[in-house]
């Protein structure tokens, strides 16, 4: 391969994107990899903004109705800094909400989906671009209605995450805004997860069949089946929740209903129903939220063990066995709802058989490490750390699965503990590892391994001490989103373990300074990368660094799948797809 | 190569600008949201609290004068007078009466008007002006307190009377004319009254203290119904006439009398004073609190005839 | 094999990172003050005392009460500085476990740092929080016009105000319970302090002015030239004799509370364990009192589903709407003037004048939530605000609700003459508690009327 | 330094394991329980403990062991060219299958019990959640609620007899809450127009917290309430002197101290 035709392929990209005027290029850009980084700056500065919502919850939790310092002001005004429980309410809905909408679905389908998904299938670029570029913009409504509700009479949403109604109905412009912007950001991932089918089934590489994807890209697949399939019923029901807050029809309201001394209009209907079809896409979205990182981890592993991907297919069946049984678990959330009891049952069977799968790739992901040769580079620390978190946060599932154990652990920190061990120490923990691993194919650049690893030292054993103690916190029944939990006299022994994870909290969270500086540094100052600085099969490294308009500057065509690393057939550890196999060369 | 980098990058740097605008967006908005309403008041100043409170600490200087008037003069004169309309007498509108009292509240179908201002068109007077004497150094035994009762009656659902002036001791019979029941609400500084007067009911109610101006007296029932009560320690009070004329006899002579002149019409709530910028209320020194002095000689009867221009009365 | 062997990163990209924190860090407000009392600003300008008198106000007020941080009880208050200092200030426990800042934990939300029923969850409530500075609590054993006693205020903080968003707080000890009640007095005498004081400004003469010799400046005119008096009681000891006259007349009303507790008549009062017929035909006397005689269904309605007259204000937030009406009317006058066109100099001074002070008013409106109605109780659905005892009932009916539309039926003042026997009320006291199990009352129907006031 | 990642990750079976050995030194542990059903509830879970606690050290060591022994910079032997094992992925699909079915159907019967087999008694209070309180009905002399001698409290505080069948009836009077009591290991949602029931029999005597569990608003935190377990004798004393304190009709006045 010459470097010099590429680089002039590369050159000849630059300049029809410049062709293209600067707004077009590079911010209405049709271009994958674009829209992919603009998800992925998005979502990491709505990362920020949801880390500091965090640190105002730990804030009151570690020092109860103490004025907070720099945001106390900002946020509740004249009662002299102190966090108001209204504004605690708030904080607890609004980071979850951010952190949800806006960090981890968006970084994961978002960034990482559009960023990959072309290059690892060997496609010039997503099937219909246009939509693509439409998916990002619709993010930006949401982010304003999100962003914008905290200025709004009565502030954002107070209603939890979950938005359960009545309650949820009893608040004002925020919830309206809360609500739109949800549905925005459900348009927006249904826009990318039609993409993301289509162009998975329909514009691979000449040889990449199903069965030779990255587990990335089978993620990816099987999470825009989730979305598609999913999100429907959360649009519509969120539609529901707008036509009851403000047209006044009845859906989740119960006949006769009135609360803080307001006259309702109607009635009929039933909070339980919200919490069914809630919960009927926010189930499988736990899934979209783990099932690509997974993929990701995956690939990293594999690629670092410099071993091939123990157990390919069962990875793959699991993971469709996950999408499968994920959308008949969503009971185990409403065990002590008010559901019939019966009810509980099914859904206790079922949610027991998804830990089976999840189990299945923990097992094939030690496999794959046992008997590598594994480097232990910043991703990969990333990497292996998932599956270390990912085991806490999969056992201690286990336990809320079990009906009657559920009864006393629901909704206190048990339950926090056990999705922030998934979603923070699991996929955020998998989104960063991701970020240092395929960052030299984003910028062109590498990121600083040494300040890399220090990150993840630091973010590791920090996290740890924040979130394993709420365990513990959950064992004693500590309950979650209590503006003052001590006011109960069984949760007062509960501050100084309180306070000890608020201090880890605030240390994580300004650790990750190290992060961005590193992030922003070496996009302008990394040593320049090559195509493939990981010795890696993947097809996207075969691609230039950064990748010009069209992705790629030669026809791939696959001849293996992408975990062939330490193939006997070649002598190097590694053994690209596109790389003819030696029967081609025996000809030559 | 260069180029595409280049590009990469400052096409970041224009989504960093970007989400820099955002952010500062974000925290304008926060810091300006966050600004505590200049209209709560101001604070207390560490200094001048030192010292004041020093001063409330230090003990209750002996005072020469325990502040009440002294008398200086003798004998008795009597001020009369008007207040004359200057302008176009106002219509009064009707009362916005509501609820099911509707028929038996309306006059011949008509709600009733309000007394708000209420003009005599032949003599231009200006009726329910509250008059009277501030602090009275001498009081003549026919201004004392004494205990004859006041009718204040209310007839479709009006209060007949709609200035009710009265010593202390004196006794309000409340007393509803009409069919169905009423509640009098006096929301007093000093006198507060709620009691549900049945139909065809009277109801005493004795204030026990002096109020420094007429207080509302309503009915929560039927919340258009207004009307004004004044308790004073002595009898130099009067209420003007559908002519707008009024008397206060007996007062002391050779004294600095301060009259304290009020009407409902002025000011937010409740009424207010009435102040007057007239060339006859310029020469009583009439001031911005609707108060003027004036001496008057033994056996003399004043007479003050006063036009009160349509603005002095929010017109 | 070649791993990757990375760059130190360049000082100056460390350096601009932390600029960008600083910055970040910066933008917020500065470090948290320490909450401050503020003046009641709607009666500071419906009483017209001219602003260069709040500074003044608010220093006395400091001086007689101190701040939020450090109360202070004039002795005259007869407050426990003790309690005071106890639930004052900011949150935070002893190592004994003593609990401080009990008001800025459990109350300041919704009640507001001066107590004005204004703290940032106000507006979320229906009905608001109480206002303390008028001194009026609604739920007293207390007549009409008196303050409430220790033990009414008390009561409401152990069984909370049903129907409402004041919890219940008999799990705190019963030391934090009563230093609350202490603090709220504290608060409501300050605010009655901070009203009287209006009206002591109000009474300032101006005075003259003097030079150096100590003789009057006059005006060209030969008029001596007058000036402000400042409001200061440590220069003036009549102003401080007048302040403490009128600290006195208020203590007078809490110190005499107990006194104008409205006592039943024994000889009047139902047996203890009567039957349930008794009870029955007692509380049928009751309903015919309810549409007769006391004509409780004027306000309550026909149904009893208080869904009668429901136009009328509370005292709170009947001072709040008189006050947004009263910015209406002065808005049309000064639309009027400028529409009339063609004004002389003083008239168009006028309208600049009200013009400002209009600004000056709409400043204060803003800060306020907007007035709603008082809405009568729907007494189907058994919910006693005031509490549930038979004497609180009794003590309803007989003395009306102090600050609202509710009128009373018993004397106003000791001796005076009531609407209704004791009896009677007895009567009425049992037709309202069968209220919610009449037939009618199932199923509950939310109040039909008066949407758009509420919502 | 050489393998010091490995031992990063050495630490968390170590760490996870001596937390929850320290944890009831530190006094967070499950909470005492009175109840009759609580045992089988803290027996499954520390079941579920134990089995989780085996697989987590087995698997995290497994993941060190596999990172100390195949760190590249001091592992020599070529790499494990192999794309899995058939039986081995047999053995992990089967084996956490079977012991996954079996907790489920192992619990299933404490479940019914807690939740679907109420016993066959009048309730003894209806406890009403409201924003932010907890106020209790009790059915008064006739044993029934909803008629005029219910006695009605508002102060938090719920008395129920102990060593008795006790079934509650529990509503919402205007969002969701959940009536919470960690001593007693339950908890349940009460919505708006839905009745519904908890049951349990408490063996100990004395005062325990009642938590609201479901986000209801920003007074959420205030709904605190205790419920006292006292011996029928006094539960009987108790439920007299509320229904006096409702009845009465005289008003205490103070003595006058002239301090």
């Known amino acids: 391969m010459s470097t010099a035709t590429a680089d002039t392929h590369a050159d000849a990209h630059a300049h029809t994107g410049h062709a293209g005027g600067f707004l077009s290029t590079y911010v209405f850009s049709l271009d994958h990899k674009i829209i992919g980084l603009q998800f992925l700056f998005s979502s990491l500065i709505w990362f920020l903004i949801g880390g500091l919502l965090a640190l105002g919850i730990r804030w009151q939790l570690a020092y109860p109705w103490r004025p907070m310092p720099i945001l106390g002001d900002l946020l509740a005004g004249a009662e002299g800094g102190q966090i108001a429980p209204e504004v605690y309410t708030m904080l607890v809905t609004m980071h979850a909400t951010v952190m949800i909408f806006f960090v981890i679905i968006p970084v994961l389908t978002g960034a990482f989906g559009n960023f990959l998904i072309p290059l690892m299938i060997g496609a010039d670029d997503m099937a219909v671009p246009t939509l693509n570029m439409l998916s990002y913009w619709f993010m930006w409504p949401a982010f304003v209605c999100m962003g914008g509700s905290f200025f709004v009479e009565g502030g954002a949403s107070q209603g939890g995450w979950t938005a359960y109604p009545p309650f949820a109905l009893t608040q004002g412009t925020g919830q309206f805004l809360w609500l739109t912007g949800l549905t925005l950001v459900g348009i927006s991932s249904m826009m990318g997860s039609v993409n993301y089918m289509t162009t998975i089934i329909q514009m691979r590489a000449p040889g990449m069949t199903m069965f030779r994807l990255p587990m990335t890209i089978w993620a990816m697949f099987i999470t825009a089946i989730l979305q598609a399939f999913a999100l429907p019923v959360l649009t519509a029901a969120s539609f529901m929740q707008i036509t009851d807050l403000k047209l006044g029809t009845g859906f989740f309201i119960p006949e006769g209903w009135s609360t803080n001394n307001r006259p309702m209009a109607s009635g009929g209907g039933q909070p339980l129903l919200w919490q069914h079809l809630f919960w009927f896409y926010s189930h499988p979205a736990v899934y979209i939220m783990i099932l690509p990182a997974m993929g990701m981890v995956s690939d990293i592993i594999s690629c670092f063990a410099r071993k091939p991907l123990f157990g390919y297919k069962p990875m793959v069946y699991s993971i469709s066995g996950i999408a499968g049984l994920g959308f008949i678990v969503w009971g185990h959330h409403m065990f002590v709802s008010g559901m019939n009891p019966m009810l509980g049952m099914t859904f206790m069977v079922s949610t027991m058989l998804i830990a089976l799968p999840s189990a299945i790739k923990t097992f094939n992901w030690l496999g794959t490490m046992w008997g590598g040769k594994i480097q232990f580079t910043t991703p990969m620390l990333f990497a292996v750390s998932f599956v270390s978190m990912f085991i806490i946060g999969g056992l201690s599932g286990i336990f809320m699965a079990a009906t009657p154990i559920d009864i006393f652990i629901h909704d206190t920190y048990f339950i926090v503990a056990h999705f922030h061990y998934v979603l923070f120490s699991g996929t955020a923990m998998a989104v960063f590892g991701a970020i240092y691993y395929w960052f030299p194919k984003m910028f062109g650049r590498m990121m600083n391994d040494s300040w890399g690893k220090v990150h993840f030292a630091v973010t590791f054993a920090l996290l740890n001490c924040v979130f394993y103690p709420m365990h513990i916190l959950g064992m004693q029944g500590f309950p979650r989103r209590l503006a003052d939990p001590y006011h109960y006299e069984t949760f007062r022994n509960a501050l100084p373990m309180n306070q000890f994870i608020s201090y880890c909290a605030f240390a994580m969270v300004g650790m990750q300074v190290i992060f961005v500086i590193n992030f922003l540094g070496s996009i302008f100052f990394g040593p320049r990368a090559g195509r493939n600085p990981w010795h890696s099969n993947g097809l996207e490294w075969q691609a230039p660094s950064p990748p010009g308009h069209g992705n790629f500057d030669f026809q791939p065509i696959i001849h293996r799948g992408p975990y062939e690393y330490g193939a006997p057939e070649v002598e190097d550890d590694y053994y690209p797809q596109t790389m003819p196999p030696p029967a081609v060369d025996k000809t030559k | 190569m260069n180029t595409h980098i280049i590009l990469t990058c400052s096409g970041l740097l224009v989504r960093c600008r970007l989400s820099a605008a955002f952010l500062s967006v974000v925290c304008f908005l926060m810091v300006t949201g966050c600004q505590r309403a200049e209209e709560l008041g101001p604070v207390a100043e560490p200094a001048s609290v030192a010292e004041i409170r020093q001063a409330f600490s230090s003990g209750a200087d002996a005072l020469a004068s325990d502040g009440a008037a002294i008398a200086t003069g003798t004998g008795w004169a009597t001020l009369r007078g008007q207040f004359v309309y200057d302008g176009t007498p106002p219509q009064m509108k009707p009362y916005d009466v509501r609820g099911e009292d509707r028929a038996k509240c309306s006059r011949a179908g008509k709600a009733p008007l309000q007394e708000t201002l209420l003009v005599d068109p032949e003599t231009m007077g200006i009726a329910n002006v509250v008059i009277f004497i501030r602090d009275a150094a001498r009081v003549h035994e026919s201004a004392q307190p004494n205990d004859e009762s006041i009718v204040f009656d209310q007839k479709e659902c009006v209060f007949l009377t709609h200035v009710a002036a009265m010593t202390v001791g004196q006794t309000l019979e409340i007393k509803n004319s009409d069919p169905m029941g009423h509640n009098t609400k006096i929301e007093g500084r000093k006198n507060v009254f709620n009691q549900s007067v049945p139909a065809n009911e009277t109801l005493v109610f004795s204030p026990q203290k002096e109020e420094p101006v007429p207080v509302s007296v309503a009915c929560s029932i039927h919340p258009w119904m207004a009307a004004y009560f004044l308790p004073r320690a002595n009898g130099y009070h009067a209420v003007t006439g559908a002519d707008g004329s009024f008397e206060i006899a007996n007062v002391p002579a050779g004294e600095v009398l301060e009259f304290q002149v009020w009407h409902e019409s002025v000011g937010a709530r409740d009424g207010g004073p009435l102040v007057l910028e007239t060339p006859e209320a310029k020469s009583l020194k009439w001031s911005r609190k609707g108060r003027f002095k004036i001496r008057l000689e033994e056996n003399e009867e004043k007479v003050l005839n006063l036009t009160v221009p349509a603005s002095a009365l929010g017109g | 094999m070649n791993y990757p062997t990375l760059n130190k990163l360049e000082a100056f990209t460390k350096l601009q990172g932390l600029c960008v924190l600083a910055v970040v860090l910066a933008a917020g407000c500065d470090t948290a003050e320490p909450p401050a009392f503020r003046l009641n600003m709607v009666e500071a300008v419906v009483r017209e005392t001219p602003p260069e008198y709040s500074q003044e106000i608010s220093d006395v007020l400091g001086a007689m009460f101190g701040t939020p941080d450090q109360p202070y009880a004039l002795a005259e208050t007869g407050l426990d500085q003790a309690k005071l200092d106890m639930a004052a200030g900011p949150a935070w426990s002893d190592k004994k476990g003593t609990n401080f800042g009990l008001y800025r934990k459990h109350c300041v939300h919704c009640h507001g740092v001066t107590g004005d029923g204004r703290g940032p969850t106000a507006r979320f409530l229906n009905p608001y929080p109480r206002d303390y500075r008028p001194a009026v609590y609604k739920f007293k054993s207390t007549l009409n016009a008196a303050r409430p006693t220790d033990a009414d205020l008390h009561r409401v903080l152990m069984n909370g105000v049903p129907g409402t968003a004041m919890p219940s707080f008999s799990l705190l000890p019963g030391s934090e319970v009563e230093a609350l009640v202490e603090y709220v007095k504290y608060l409501s005498i300050r605010g009655q302090m901070e009203s009287a004081l209006h009206m002591v400004v109000y009474e300032l003469e101006e005075e003259e002015v003097v030079d150096e010799n100590g003789e009057p400046r006059r005006d060209e005119a030969g008029e001596p030239l007058l000036q402000r008096t400042p409001l200061n009681p440590a220069t003036y000891p009549e102003q401080r004799e007048e302040i403490l006259s009128y600290l006195e007349e208020l203590m007078e009303g809490w110190n005499t509370a107990n006194e104008q507790i409205i006592v039943p008549a024994e000889d009047q009062i139902p047996g203890d364990d009567r039957l349930p017929e008794e009870v029955l035909a007692s509380a049928e006397a009751g309903r015919k009192l309810f549409y007769g005689k006391a004509d409780c269904k004027k306000c309550h309605g026909p149904t009893a589903l208080g869904d009668g007259q429901q136009t009328d204000y509370d005292n709170w937030n009947k001072v709040h709407h008189e006050f947004l009406v009263e910015i209406g009317r002065k808005s049309e006058s000064i639309v009027k003037r400028v529409g009339d066109g063609e004004l002389d100099k003083a008239a168009e001074q006028q309208l600049i004048n009200d013009r400002v002070e209009l600004a000056r008013w709409q400043g204060v409106a803003a800060t306020l939530y907007k007035p709603r109605n008082a809405i009568p109780r729907n007494l189907r659905q058994g919910i006693y605000r005031g509490g549930r005892r038979r004497i609180d009932i009794f003590h309803r009916v007989f003395t009306g609700i102090a600050g609202t539309p509710m009128p009373g039926s018993g004397p106003a003042s000791p001796g005076a003459k009531g609407t209704l026997t004791e009896a009677q009320m007895w009567n009425l006291v049992d037709y309202v508690l069968s209220l919610p199990y009449e037939p009618p009352s199932q199923p509950l129907k939310a109040l039909p009327v008066n949407v758009d006031e509420v919502l | ?259």
């Open chain 4, 1 to 259: 330094m050489k393998r010091f990642w490995s031992f990063l990750f050495f630490l968390v079976p170590v760490g996870g394991v001596a937390t929850f050995v320290a944890a009831p030194y530190l006094r967070l542990w499950l909470p005492v329980d009175v109840s009759e059903h609580g045992r089988t509830i803290d027996d499954l879970f520390m079941f579920i403990l134990a089995l989780t606690g085996v697989v987590f050290v087995v698997t995290e060591g497994a993941l060190f062991y596999f990172s100390w022994k195949y760190d590249a910079n001091s592992n020599n032997a070529p790499v494990k060219y192999s794309h899995g094992s058939h039986a081995l992925e047999l053995v992990w699909t089967i084996l956490p299958a079977v012991t996954l079915l079996f907790i489920a159907v192992f619990q299933m019967e404490a479940w019914a019990r807690a939740k679907m087999k109420p016993p066959d008694i009048a309730p003894l209070v209806e406890v009403t959640g409201r924003q932010f309180n907890w106020d209790f009905r009790y059915p008064g002399p006739d044993n029934k609620l909803y008629t005029i001698d219910d006695i009605v409290r508002t102060d938090g505080r719920l008395y129920l007899p102990v060593n008795e069948d006790v079934l509650l009836k529990i509503t919402s009077a205007d969002v969701l809450h959940s009536f919470f009591l960690p001593n007693l290991r339950l908890k349940q949602d009460v919505i708006p127009g839905m009745d519904q029931s908890m049951w349990f029999k408490a063996k100990a005597v004395g005062g325990f917290d009642i938590v609201c569990a479901e986000l209801c608003g920003w007074g959420h935190y205030k709904m605190k309430g205790r419920v006292y377990f006292l011996p029928r004798s006094k539960y009987e004393e108790k439920l007299e002197e509320m229904r006096q304190e409702q009845n009465t009709m005289r008003v205490g006045v103070p003595e006058d101290d002239d301090e």
